[in-house]
Structures are given as structure tokens and as C-alpha cells.
């Protein structure tokens, strides 16, 4: 099949996938489609939002739908490494024998991230990183695709552990779920207190993702989209003789060049999912927003004035 064949078929099958999701999702549109866009490139995401918005039910859903093995991982502050990764335990024959933990599938639910202690957070650096975990000096694998889909409560910070910053900047996409609307909300009550069962179809398979990863990054991009994209990212950094005063006054610390390249990815699968070949400028902004938020460090006077991480990046285009 060639590209223009395959890019076709990836917008058809990028339709029926949201209409089948939405069978069991009552809008969130958008966030579905981050959430698509970071599986199609290979990417990890941090959904952030209260209790109640299905965070959990979305991911699980998509999971189905694709055709991928799924875990979910509940983050507690007594969670340990080897709760997550496995371990080595002696067996019968006093030989010892590698146990493989809840990461070892395709898709991880991280339930509530920010609960567990930062030891435990960073057991989920390499495996995001290198696609691998090492156990007792032993290096093991994890099947591809893979993609680690974490939850975060914005509102409770009692007994939380932020995420650090290396750990944010592994997540292509920070996507904020917000309360539906009324229309929204009376379609959730009504489904959700009914008997209606849902069967949903299978569109995808590992190889089928692996595939459209592939696909992704074949899809050529002009020079100026680079450019502007690189540029867009460089005007975070207050720290730079070139920053502007506003980014100065509100930003104390930049995106790094991992952003850049979240950018021109997101931005490519945006083009491809809407039935274009190559990525322009819009596709960078339609994805700049979720890739940048968690990237950006704003300071104590734009905590005072309320500016947030969103109004400084659309201030930036």
C-alpha cells in the first residue's frame, strides 16, 4: 500500500475509531483525539482532570477499541518499584526466575500518578524512555506498541508528590479534561443509569499501530513548519539574551528540544488523521497547547496575576 493509499485509510478508520469510542464516551471529543494523536506517534499522556470525568473508562475503552493489551496501575503511597516492574523470585529449583509486573503490556493506565512517591514514579522513566525495563542487571523489553497513559487530580494535593520535571517532559501530551456540558451530563446520566450494554468492535491491531507509527514518521515537513516550530519553542526560554519581556516577567523556565520534536510529530499525525500529506503551521498550533503546557515553568507573578500555562502559550504564537 503506498502512503497516499495509507494516509487515506488511516482518516476512515480515524472516524469509525471516535464513533465507536463515543458509544461508550458522552463528548470529550478533543480529548479523545490528543489522546489518539499520542498513540499514533508513539507518544505518552497525562490526563488531568477531578474525579468523575472518566479518565479511567476512556482509556480502558480506546484500549479495546485498538485491540491492545491493557493494565491499570493504582498509584498508592506504599506502591514499590517491584510492584510495577516484577521481580526475580527462586523457584522450585533454587534457579531464580523474572516475574513480569502490570507494565509489561501495551497500554498502562497510571491511576493517579502524583500519589506515589518519586522512587516509584521514576520505575516508569526507562520504560517511557527506552521502551525497556532492567531488572538484577538484566534488560527487558517491552513489546511495541507502547504507551503509558497517566491520571492526575489537580484539585487534591494532600499526601500528592508532584511529578518532576524530567518525568513531565516524558509525557508528549498534558491534556486537561474539564466538566461537561448540561446537554453532555443528562446523556452520561442516562446511559450510565440504565441497563444498555455496549459492544464495541475492534479497529486496530499492535502490528495496525505499529504500522500507522511508521506511516507518521515517513510523512515529509517543510522547512518553514521546522522552523517556526523550533522558534515557537525557543520563545519560552526566559533565560536567552533573544526572550521577549513578556516571557521574562511570567516564564522561569522553558521548554526543551523534546518539545520540538513532540511538536512536528503531533503536528504530522494532526495533518494526516484531517487527510493531508504534509504538516503547515495550524497543525503545530492544533497540538502546541497540549504538547507545551506541562513544559513550561510559569513563576510566582503569573500564579498572582492568574495567567495560565495556556494564555502564556497562545500569547507565544
Known sequence: MSDVAAIENLVAKHQSLKAEIAKVIVGQEEVVEQILLSIYTGGHSLLIGVPGLAKTLMVNTIAQTLGLDFKRIQFTPDLMPS??????????????????????????????????????????????????????????????????????????????????EAQLDRFMFAIKLTYPSIQEEIDIVKTTTSDRSVNLSTLFSADGINDVQSLIRRIPVPDNVVDYTVRLVNRTRPNLETASDFVKNYIDWGAGPRASQNLILGAKANAAIHGRFSPDIDDVKAVALGILRHRILKNYKAEAEGISEDAIIRELF
Not at 527462586?90 to 500519589?115: S, T, V
Not at 527506552?130 to 487534591?156: C, D
Open 83 to 164: 510492584d510495577i516492574l516484577g521481580s526475580e523470585v527462586l523457584d522450585q529449583n533454587r534457579n531464580f526466575k523474572f516475574i513480569k509486573g502490570p507494565i509489561f503490556a501495551n497500554i498502562i493506565l497510571a491511576d493517579e500518578i502524583n500519589r506515589t512517591p518519586p522512587k516509584t514514579q521514576a520505575a516508569l522513566l526507562e520504560a517511557m524512555q527506552e521502551r525497556s525495563v532492567t531488572i538484577a542487571g538484566q534488560q527487558h523489553k517491552l513489546e511495541r506498541p507502547y504507551f503509558v497513559l497517566a491520571t492526575q487530580n489537580p484539585i487534591e494535593q494532600e499526601g500528592t508528590y508532584p511529578l518532576p
